[in-house]
């Protein structure tokens, strides 16, 4: 038997972490029973219910984020000799699915305010080869949406949201996925929500979705065929199509999921409440913003260590993950790495708002179930950093 009560200060606070319960376990067992165990009745509803939140008309589940992404660009018809415009400070895979489809994966630097892409370097990026931009809501956060679309309105080109990290997020009230000709979500455990892996195109064309429908199941036409299915009738395979569908198993838990998304949200935001009143004070950080407007999902609560910061921002991510509190950089400044680097001759002093950010930026823990003592946990840790300074510079 533990005779000691336990040290709630020695519990690991992680970044994320997922949230289940007997709910996500009765909908596979609602699989299991059926037999019928991908594409079928359950990816259906999750399906109508993420259409239904996110108030758009087409939306088809597929394995990942990235996947939605890759089929996007195939969609648009994007190919060798194309451009497409992306943020330099993001996941990698906004910009890869671009390279996927033998296009040119083109940056732009970000503002340091928002994290998300800024709209007149977008412009500046611009040549006659541009065929796309992708709108990466960082950390939740929507792109600058209207300047983008006026953009490519005046240009010609199509809008990809990259949604990963924007489930529930909201634009002047309403929800992103449905301001671009395509959306595409993420349900990696450290998103939103989860399905292990899982990932959601949405859009209001219809010929985009069939397209995606087509490139999700190997090609196939079969929802455009007006015959009816003989036994003796294969599907038409008219260009090369993937295998990317998501399992009803996983769409039960992504439906379970869903159905506790405003919950989450709430929670998240409050947490971030939270951290912006404890937090309000540290002068050598900048607090992320919420412009009017916008409804940020606080995916990531990521601050930024200002250069006059008693100490570096490695040291302050070394004190916290010495006092258990785990912490990432916020994301990567993608043009930096070696991929892109190399194949396109990028300078170290391409993109600096990007660079910037990742050698300045922290992700604090916010989880499903976090508690304001969690919070001021990390908070008083993070004060703690000034008295650790001093006692180096002492033994220094
Ligand atoms: C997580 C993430 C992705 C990739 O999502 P997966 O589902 O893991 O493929 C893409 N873009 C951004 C901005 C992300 O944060």
């Known amino acids: 038997m533990a005779s000691q009560a336990t040290d709630l200060s020695q519990i690991p606070l992680p970044i994320t972490r997922p949230s289940f319960n007997h709910e996500e376990i009765q909908a596979v067992q609602q699989v299991f029973d059926s037999g019928w165990v991908t594409q079928g009745p359950m990816t259906a509803a999750f399906e109508k219910a993420f259409a239904e939140r996110h108030q758009v008309s087409h939306t088809l589940a597929t394995t990942s984020c990235t996947a939605a992404l890759h089929m996007s660009v195939l969609a648009l018809g994007i190919g060798p000799g194309d451009e497409v415009i992306v943020p330099s400070f993001t996941w990698v895979t906004s910009a890869h699915c671009a390279e996927y489809a033998g296009a040119k994966a083109v940056f732009c630097d970000i503002d340091p305010a928002t994290f998300n892409m800024n709209p007149d370097a977008v412009a500046a990026a611009v040549t006659p080869r541009t065929k796309a931009i992708v709108a990466v809501h960082l950390f939740g956060l929507a792109a600058d949406l209207y300047a983008l679309k006026h953009i490519a309105q005046r240009h010609g080109l199509a809008i990809i949201e990259d949604a990963a990290c924007a489930v529930g997020s909201t ?226």
């Open 171 to 396: 634009y002047f009230g309403k929800p992103v996925g449905s301001f671009g000709d395509l959306g595409c979500f993420s349900f990696h455990p450290r998103k939103v929500i989860t399905t292990g892996e899982g990932g959601m195109v949405t859009s209001e064309n219809k010929d985009l979705a069939d397209r995606v429908a087509a490139l999700r199941n190997h090609g196939s036409n079969r929802l455009k065929s007006p015959l009816a299915p003989k036994p003796h009738q294969m599907g038409a395979f008219e260009f090369l199509g993937f295998n990317l569908r998501l399992s009803d198993i996983q769409a039960a838990v992504g439906l379970a999921q869903m159905k506790k998304l405003d919950g989450l949200l709430e929670h998240r935001w409050a947490c971030a409440l939270g951290y912006n009143q404890l937090l309000k004070d540290v002068e050598w950080l900048r607090l992320p913003a919420e412009p009017e407007g916008y409804r940020h999902t606080y995916q990531s609560y990521v601050v930024w260590v200002k250069p006059d910061a008693t100490l570096p921002r490695n040291h302050i991510m070394e004190h916290l993950a010495a006092h258990g509190i785990q912490t990432r950089p916020g994301t990567m400044a993608v043009h930096l790495t070696p991929y892109y680097r190399d194949k396109y001759a990028i300078a170290a002093d391409a993109f600096p708002w990007s660079k910037a950010a990742e050698e300045s930026t922290i992700t604090l823990p916010i989880f499903p179930g976090m508690q304001e003592r969690d919070l001021e946990r990390v908070a008083g840790a993070l004060r703690g950093v000034e008295q650790s300074a001093r006692t180096l510079r002492k033994a220094g």
